[in-house]
């Protein structure tokens, strides 16, 4: 997964699928849009208001993903974890 925040990031930050132990939809914590460290979410990347990706690393950290096309973006991550030439 690539993902950034213009302007803030101007280089994109990389999440390798091999990282990624599991993931479940989540509802969001309170806030508008944007990145930003919540307890019990670990980073948010957040583009819209309610429901959100949660992704729990091998590491034992966190990141929750807000997406306009949630279903979309979902698929997406599935895709990437099961198809072997992304790992």
Do not use: T
């Amino acid at each position: 997964i690539y993902f950034r925040w213009p302007p803030l990031q101007k280089k994109y930050r990389f999440l390798p699928a091999e990282e990624v132990d599991r993931q479940e939809l989540r509802k969001g914590p309170p806030m508008k849009y944007g990145p930003a460290y919540f307890y019990k979410y670990g980073w948010v990347h957040k583009a819209n208001d309610g429901e959100g990706v949660q992704l729990y690393l091998k590491s034992g950290k966190k990141i929750f993903f807000g997406s306009g096309e949630l279903v979309v973006f979902q698929n997406a991550i599935d895709l990437m974890r099961k198809n072997e030439r992304w790992n």
